[in-house]
Each structure stands twice: as C-alpha cells, then as structure tokens.
C-alpha cells in the first residue's frame, strides 16, 4: 500500500511525471514505463497493463508473506 501512495504523490505532484508515464505507457513501452515507476523510489514495481484509455497498475503483497494480506488495483484513465 505504501507503494501506491509514493506513486500516486509523485503523479499529483509532478505533471511532466505523469506526462511521461502515460506517453511510455500509450507507446506500450514497457521498459521506460517500469524505469519511471522504479524512479519514484517504490520498493516493487506492481504488474501493469495498458489500454488506449488508461494504465492499470496492480500491486501485490509479498509472496512469502503466510498472510497475503492485500492486493490494490489502480485503474488510471488517460485525460
């Protein structure tokens, strides 16, 4: 969860960032798309997949964690 936060400041905070990510991701340039993710200091890059419309960003708790306590699923539509 603390993840999604950091990403979801560094977007609200940083229009170029969020110009960027989105530009990468609707080129479906996967490489720049998790170097920018990565850029925000995020700790695990969540699993992402890309529309016309938007980007999905699906972060997971740790695998070895018994408890498995969360999943979170952004869904950000292009604007």
Not at 2 to 17: G, H, N
């Amino acid at each position: 969860m603390k993840d999604a936060s950091i990403l979801l400041v560094k977007m609200a905070e940083s229009r170029k960032y969020s110009y960027d990510l989105m530009a990468a991701a609707q080129q479906s340039n996967k490489p720049a798309v998790e170097n920018l993710l990565k850029s925000t200091g995020i700790s695990r890059v969540p699993s992402v997949s890309y529309t016309p419309d938007g980007l999905r960003l699906h972060f997971e708790s740790d695998k070895d964690d018994p408890q498995k306590c969360c999943d979170l699923t952004l869904k950000l539509r292009w604007m």
